[in-house]
């Protein structure tokens, strides 16, 4: 049997939302404090089908207009956000103005396999199949990361999803002994059942329940000790169990983890799937991952909003879908797109708004979170937003990302920033951008992780870092710079 | 019908390495290893047991085996809690053996819980136990002997074999964890220490005797617990273990064995789990059209009893939509048992489901490179990954004009010689089945879309194959491909190497050869059914034995 490579104690720790927070032994209701190790949260939102820079980013007369941008630091520049006239752009509008200085948006991030939908990077895809050479060689996904070696296991992240279906695609994923699993992500009825369902118990009953439930986890550990003795086992056998008495050992931990007081969302009522109650189920979603947020249910949310197909023509003007519309040039299609993301950052301004809104010891909740805006495409919007050009296709350079909150200080917030180098690449972008895995690692250094959580075999780098092949961006077409360094300019 | 799992396989490839030679033989140096039965090219060694690695109750089994044992109003309300218990890899049946992830053990224990506190507190707990609703704490000398006859019955069903005295003393201790607070609580502690032991969450076969050194015979009880899982999905009942507690040995035991495969198989439980092996063997999990191939398979295995022949020739399908009814060439509003064009359609080969692969772009024709790549795969030829330092700038499969169908425009970009060794089998194995489009249905001709113009090209669908080592045959189309493969005997014994591994819920090794070559032996040339098959690898000696580790 082929062993994963190491990652730490709980190699495979990962998140299921739900049954990671599990109910019955919620005590979500009672009036104890958090005795996470951190109070920062990451939250991850993701967005499908590239986007147009056009409509992404400040344009560049405003930017002009407010005197340009000016160096940061090596292969950065940038400005103020709050310098802009007018609305940051056509997606970031008027209803972002409250919290210019707690957004950045940041811009020529060039993800390195950039030819394909949901490519390996930090949390937009676990891309097995792009990565056939040695699966084994992938980290998990960045929030699993920091679940194990920022939370210890005491903070399991919450995946919601929005696809139905048999899959419950969710951006989160670990590494098994063959390659990358996906963590299933749960639907708002499913993820509510788990979080907040006994929320009509008394909290001593639901802090009795969890305390049974440890006992009779701990109670069990040692036969499976004993099994483990059995000569019959072959080494392989024993590993399997060990692996299986290391995570029980971890939810033995999580059941004794105490919770902070909070209330419960509202149930979700229920809803049918089509174009008129998309929004309301993705409100649903948000309200969920952020009451679990603020009863410390966990410390990592993400996101995996897809409607997609019910981006219908009637409601959101897009004929064939969202991934039907990325794919034509039409001014109609390019209208859909706008409409598209104006949908998503309702959803985001919600998230920021609500988090902001929500006060702890050190500030808001926004300001102790790094909320990830990012999209698994890239600008598709010719080379570097050329007026009218729409060049749809399935590049991942120039990606769009969006960072919320200063993740308690570790971020400088309020920035337009602007990784490009300066150089021609000459085929689908015109500036040479930074590579995106520098973006996960600042996730993960502000988070609280070291390069040691993340490496694989101490070589430093986060992800896919190869380059030159079919699909994937040469390697001096990128700027890769320290690889143990989160970017300048967003590092505070 | 090509899954993620062949699309890495296979998609643009060309492959460095040989796709000839020995299914299962050692690769050279720096070569990817493939991924093929070893168990189908090893000879069979009468003294080889074989291996019993660590199994894990898989996620089907687990559901199922809850339903079986709890009130269907306690496993409901944990509905959530099931639903996020992961998928662990279908195809292939291997999906036992992988290391437990935190987010499943995290999950069995939350299920336990779920489900332990809801059938202790409401009328579930009577359905269950009648007694165990009336206990008083403390308990009285009569909820003692409740509790341990519930223990010794109750657990035998979960443990798959009788209880211990250590255990039900381990058991016993659980119910006092909760029994401090009240009899209920304790009831619901014990449930779910009982649903985390490790003899319910993963198949020990550790009791039997050492029969000689380095092999051990099964107990019954263990092969019981085998049975139930590859024959129901699930766990045994209490026939079963009864049955199992009689014996399993000597020509009284042997006759019991055989009356209780014959009772399983002819149990409706069986139809469930018979149509998870062809979803598994033909990687359809996410597949649209899957449950009608499966209604196919099953009826040709279970309703007609049939063999090799049935499977690949059958040309019974059942239709529950119009859009496979259209695929079929039938009129919309067909429903239920047809029978399709023999000219076409012939077997599980031809089916829409496994016919499915991703639409060619601006063309009517399916990929046949993807469905060469599954077939090989299917048939335990699988090719190697492809290096990825060898791909195309454009993809192939992308019309260039309108003069070249898909199978063409790869042949000419797979000519190289490290492209070709494998590609002229997938070439081959795919170009059969030129004539059906990307959702499997019929078409005459390939038609292109290219700069505003439309063209239409002849399809070839001849094809030279070869299963294993054997003879290459010359044929044209799906139906004489499929024809070839009920009468070759490398895919008797691929068929039977996905039985066994099916049965063992493991990938398959040497020491399965004489099981699979058992098989086969049955199999081959339609000599017998894949009952047949299936009691044939029960009935030899190897079954009821497992090797030992060398070094513990």
Not at chain 1, 235 to 247: G, P, V
Not at chain 2, 16 to 26: K, N, R, S
Request: hydrophobic share 40%.
């Amino acid at each position: 049997m082929k062993k994963p490579r190491s990652f730490g104690r709980r190699s495979f720790l990962v998140g299921l939302g739900g049954s990671a927070l599990a109910i019955p032994m919620l005590s979500s209701l009672s009036e104890t404090h958090a005795q996470s190790p951190s109070t920062r949260k990451f939250i991850s939102y993701r967005i499908t089908n590239g986007h147009f820079g056009q409509q992404w980013y400040p344009q560049d007369d405003a930017v002009a207009a407010a005197g340009g941008l000016r160096r940061l630091g090596e292969n950065v520049i940038g400005m103020r956000l709050r310098d802009l006239p007018g609305d940051v752009s056509t997606l970031l509008h008027a209803g972002f103005d409250p919290y210019r200085d707690k957004i950045s948006v940041l811009r020529h991030l060039d993800r390195l396999n950039h030819a394909n939908h949901n490519a390996y990077t930090g949390l937009l895809g676990w891309g097995k199949d792009r990565y056939p050479e040695d699966p084994s060689r992938m980290a998990p996904s960045i929030d699993q990361i920091m679940a194990e070696h920022v939370f210890m296991g005491e903070s399991i992240p919450l995946n919601l999803t929005f696809s139905w279906g048999a899959r419950r695609p969710s951006c989160s994923f670990t590494i098994g002994p063959s390659g990358p699993v996906a963590v299933p992500g749960l639907r708002a009825e499913e993820a509510f059942q788990q979080l907040f369902a006994d929320s009509s118990l008394e909290p001593s009953v639901v802090d009795r329940r969890r305390g049974h439930t440890r006992s009779v986890v701990d109670h069990v550990l040692p036969h499976y000790q004993a099994v483990r003795s059995n000569r019959r086992l072959s080494a392989d056998d024993r590993y399997k169990l060990d692996q299986h008495i290391e995570h029980m050992h971890a939810v033995s931990m999580r059941l004794g983890t105490r919770r902070v007081a909070c209330v419960a969302p509202d149930a979700p009522a229920g809803l049918s799937r089509s174009g008129e109650t998309v929004t309301a189920m993705s409100r649903e979603l948000v309200d969920i991952g952020i009451a679990a947020l603020r009863c410390g249910l966990t410390s990592i949310v993400n996101f995996y909003i897809d409607p997609d197909v019910l981006f219908t023509e009637e409601h959101h003007g897009i004929a064939g879908g969202h991934h039907g519309a990325s794919h034509g040039a039409s001014a109609a299609a390019v209208e859909s797109i706008k409409n598209a993301h104006l949908w998503h950052m309702d959803n985001v301004l919600r998230l920021i708004s609500e988090l902001d809104a929500t006060e702890t010891d050190t500030g808001t909740l926004l300001d102790d979170s790094a909320l990830l805006v990012h999209n698994e495409i890239g600008n598709q919007a010719g080379r570097d937003n050329t007026p009218g050009s729409y060049d749809l296709n399935h590049q991942c350079y120039d990606a769009q990302v969006l960072v919320a909150g200063s993740c308690a200080g570790m971020f400088q917030q309020g920035q337009y920033l602007d990784f490009r180098s300066g150089f021609e690449r000459g085929r689908w972008t015109r500036h040479v951008g930074t590579a995106y895995n520098r973006l996960d690692i600042s996730m993960l250094l502000a988070m609280g992780c070291q390069p040691e959580h993340w490496e694989v075999d101490g070589i430093p780098g986060y992800g896919d870092l190869r380059g030159d092949k079919w699909n994937r961006t040469p390697l001096d077409q990128v700027v890769i710079g320290d690889l143990r360094a989160g970017l300048p300019g967003l590092m505070a | 019908m090509v899954s993620s799992r062949t699309l890495r396989l296979v998609v643009l490839g060309c492959l460095l390495t040989a796709c000839e030679g020995v299914i299962g033989g050692a690769p050279s140096s720096d070569e990817p290893v493939v991924e093929a039965p070893v168990g189908l090219g090893a000879a069979c060694d009468p003294d080889a047991a074989p291996a019993a690695d660590l199994i894990r109750v898989h996620r089907g089994v687990y559901l199922e085996a809850l339903g079986e044992l709890l009130p269907a109003s306690a496993v409901e309300s944990a509905e959530a809690s099931l639903r996020s218990l992961p998928r662990t890899q279908s195809g292939r049946f291997i999906a036992e053996t992988e290391v437990a992830s935190f987010d499943v053990v995290n999950a069995y224990v939350d299920i336990a819980s779920t489900v332990a506190f809801a059938v202790s507190e409401g009328p579930a707990l009577s359905e269950l136990s009648v007694c165990l609703s009336e206990l008083q704490s403390p308990p009285s000398a009569t909820d003692e002997a409740c509790l341990d006859a519930f223990i010794d019955d109750f657990g035998m069903r979960v443990f798959r074999r009788p209880v211990h005295p250590d255990e039900h003393t381990q058991v016993r201790e659980a119910y006092d964890i909760g029994a401090s607070t009240s009899a209920s609580e304790g009831v619901a502690t014990m449930l779910m220490a009982l649903l985390l032991e490790p003899q319910f969450l993963y198949y020990l076969e550790l009791e039997g005797e050492e029969v000689e050194p380095g092999v051990a015979a099964l107990t019954s009880h263990e092969i019981a617990a085998r049975l139930a899982r590859a024959l129901w999905g699930s766990i045994p009942d209490q026939t079963l273990l009864d049955a199992a507690s009689l014996g399993f040995d000597g020509d009284e035991g042997h006759a019991r064995l055989q009356a209780e495969v014959d009772r399983m198989w002819d149990d409706p439980r069986s139809v469930t789990s018979i149509g998870q092996f062809y979803r598994d063997w033909l990687a359809l999990d996410t597949n649209p059209d899957a449950d009608a191939l499966v209604r196919f398979a099953a009826h040709a295995t279970l309703e007609e009893e049939g063999g090799m022949d049935a499977l690949f020739l059958g040309r019974t399908a059942f239709i529950e939509d119009d859009a496979l009814a259209e695929t079929y060439g039938f009129e919309a509003g067909t429903r239920g048992e047809v029978l399709l064009d023999a000219e076409r359609r012939a077997g599980l080969l031809t089916r829409a489901a496994w016919l499915r692969t991703t639409p060619v772009p601006d063309s009517n024709a399916g990929h046949v490179i993807h469905r060469g790549a599954a077939l090989s795969e299917v048939l335990c030829m699988p090719v190697p990954p492809p290096p990825p330092d060898a791909f195309p700038p454009d993809d192939p499969a992308e019309p260039t004009g309108g003069r070249q169908t898909i199978r063409q425009r790869f042949a000419d970009v797979t000519q190289e010689a490290q492209c070709s060794s494998c590609h002229v089998r997938l070439d081959n194995f795919g170009g059969a089945f030129g004539h059906y489009g990307s959702s499997g249905e019929w078409i005459d001709q390939e038609e292109v879309e290219f700069d505003g113009e439309h063209y239409a090209m002849p399809i070839d669908a001849s094809a030279v194959v070869a299963f294993g080592e054997e003879e290459s045959v010359g044929l044209n189309g799906a139906v004489q491909l499929s024809e070839a493969a009920a009468r070759s005997e490398y895919v008797a014994a691929c068929v039977g190497a996905q039985l066994t591994e099916n049965f063992y819920a493991r990938p398959v090794g040497g020491g399965d050869a004489c099981l699979i070559q058992a098989a086969r032996d049955e199999l081959h040339a339609g000599r017998a059914s894949l009952r047949q098959a299936f009691v044939a690898l029960i009935r030899n000696p190897a079954f009821s034995l497992r090797s030992l580790p060398e070094s513990p």
